[in-house]
């Protein structure tokens, strides 16, 4: 089989003979032989079918010659065209001679046209293999095949004449695989009627090529003119947000397309999709050098090839100029003027302009910068007295704020007593026998970031005191401080005297750090 383009009625058929050749060699009864002969009266039908419709696409290519003008090129195609119809049908003639040929060797018909030698299994084998006669028929079809791929370039394009090693269900079949191409198709015990069909079924494989052939040819007619069949309006606005009052500019035009090209479109090499004959250009747009209304220049290359009817290659191209706007990024914070030094400075980084696109990454210089779990959400740890804040969305850097640094406001130390501030200048109304020294915030910097606004008094050293001299000392490690062994031997006009020697801050994470920048570090509280 010649295994081109066939209809469901000629893949039928041929599945037939391909049945029936193989039932053959089991020398199966004479319905066997009727079935060839059906097989064949078969391929003779297909067949004229077959050389009327080639036929007619010959005409075709003629007509749309003419339409076209009659161009030099487009009569050289149907010449072609001509030429194929033309050794074509030399050939399949010279088959009909051998089929004739073989019937009046077995007999002929009767007068009712049925083939008196129809049960022959010599004639056949004795024509073909031991005149040579197949021979010459293998040399005419594959000259035939070789002629039509030189006439339209089309290598697939195949043998006609094969032998069995050529055909795939036999070439690994250890009692068929030897056989040449005469031999395999009229060899010993090939009954007439069997060779008849082979023979039909050849010049069924010979127009099926030709139909190749032919439809080849037919797509060079006009293959310099780009035929458009999709046509569309399309409208390229100015801008696509107008504010009230303004105007609405747009450009109409038409667009066109041909639904027999699939075009190739890149933009700067990138390839894109292509639907309907329409591709969409999908970037992310980088940063660019702004100018003062921060805006940046950019432009891409927009190209798309397409393959003419004639095989060539024709790439369109043009530069698509487009303008990138500096995003706004809008930062929302307790305090976006300055950050506090050690401390986690949340911040919420927005950036409208992106809408769902906006997937931030944050990074700091002079500081370190943690993400959050919301989308936009940052914390930012400062280490210099200036940070710079870096937002990129999608590989692309966004834009930067810079921050100046706060230290941390010392903590104000504060006595309290029986749950109650004391009052430094006013004294107490004997010893305490207990008190807190708490290291309070202030009041900003704990309202900002209370977090890492918690403090306490961790060392301190309470010594009683009498006319300029020291009585008793206690050296309490943390806030709490009890005087029990102070309180009893303090007298009226006594004093007690409290240094600070250690505060420490718990901050954002957890960690607690000794913070030496807190007042007063000397107390003193007149008992009374």
């Known amino acids: 089989m010649a295994g081109g383009k066939e209809t469901p009625r000629q893949k039928m058929i041929g599945m037939m003979y391909l049945v029936l050749t193989a039932l053959l060699a089991l020398q199966v009864s004479n319905s066997v032989l009727e079935k060839f002969i059906f097989i064949n009266k078969a391929f003779e039908a297909t067949n004229e079918d077959t050389r009327g419709s080639n036929s007619q696409k010959v005409a075709s290519i003629q007509k749309a010659v003419a339409d076209a003008g009659n161009r030099e090129k487009d009569q050289a195609v149907l010449e072609k065209a001509k030429e194929v119809r033309s050794r074509t049908t030399e050939v399949y003639n010279i088959i009909e001679e051998y089929k004739a040929e073989l019937v009046k060797r077995t007999g002929g018909t009767d007068e009712n046209g049925n083939y008196l030698g129809q049960k022959d299994i010599d004639a056949s084998s004795a024509m073909f293999v031991n005149e040579e006669q197949g021979k010459d028929l293998k040399e005419t079809l594959n000259s035939y095949s070789a002629y039509l791929r030189e006439m339209t370039g089309d290598s697939t394009i195949s043998k006609l004449a094969k032998d069995a090693n050529e055909i795939e269900v036999f070439k690994n079949d250890p009692n068929q695989n030897k056989k040449g191409f005469a031999e395999l198709n009229f060899g010993h015990n090939t009954p007439m009627v069997g060779a008849l069909a082979s023979l039909s079924q050849l010049q069924s494989d010979m127009l099926a090529e030709e139909t190749k052939a032919l439809t080849n040819l037919a797509k060079e007619v006009g293959a310099e003119d780009l035929k458009f069949d999709r046509i569309v309006p399309m409208v390229k606005p100015e801008s696509k947000v107008v504010a009230a009052g303004a105007k609405y500019v747009a450009d109409m035009f038409i667009a066109a397309s041909s639904s027999g ?82 401390c986690g400075n949340e911040l919420t980084v927005n950036v409208p302009a992106l809408g769902s696109a906006y997937n931030p990454v944050f990074g700091a210089k002079g500081g370190q910068s943690i993400k959050g779990s919301n989308i936009g959400d940052v914390t930012i740890v400062p280490k210099s007295a200036k940070v710079t804040l870096s937002v990129s969305s999608g590989g692309n850097l966004i834009g930067t704020e810079t921050f100046k640094v706060k230290r941390i406001p010392k903590p104000e130390i504060t006595v309290y007593s029986g749950g109650r501030e004391v009052d430094m200048k006013r004294g107490t109304k004997g010893c305490p026998r207990s008190i807190k020294l708490a290291a309070v915030p202030d009041e900003s910097f704990a309202s900002f970031l209370p977090k890492d ?25 943390g806030p709490d401080v009890n005087l029990s062994a102070i309180s009893s031997q303090a007298r009226a006009g006594d004093a007690l005297v ?18 030496p920048n807190f007042g007063p570090k000397i107390l003193t509280i007149r008992i009374n």
């Not at 220049?297 to 090839?305: C, E, G, Q, T, V």
């Not at 290659?313 to 976006?336: L, N």
């Open 453 to 477: 606004a918690k403090f306490r008094v961790a060392q301190s050293e309470i010594t009683l005191v009498r006319s300029g001299r020291a009585v008793q000392s206690v050296r309490p490690s």
């Open 498 to 515: 409290i240094e600070v020697k250690k505060v420490q801050r718990r901050n954002f994470r957890g960690d607690v750090e000794d913070f």
């Open 261 to 342: 090209i699939k075009p190739e479109m890149t933009w700067d090499g990138n390839e894109m999709e292509v639907i309907d004959g329409m591709g969409k250009v999908e970037f992310t747009a980088s940063a660019g050098s702004y100018d003062k209304n921060g805006m940046a220049n950019k432009s891409y290359i927009a190209a798309i090839k397409v393959k003419l009817p004639g095989g060539r290659d024709t790439v369109f191209t043009d530069t698509i100029d487009y303008i990138v706007s500096k995003p706004v990024i809008q930062i929302q914070s307790a305090s976006v003027q300055a950050l506090y030094l050690n």
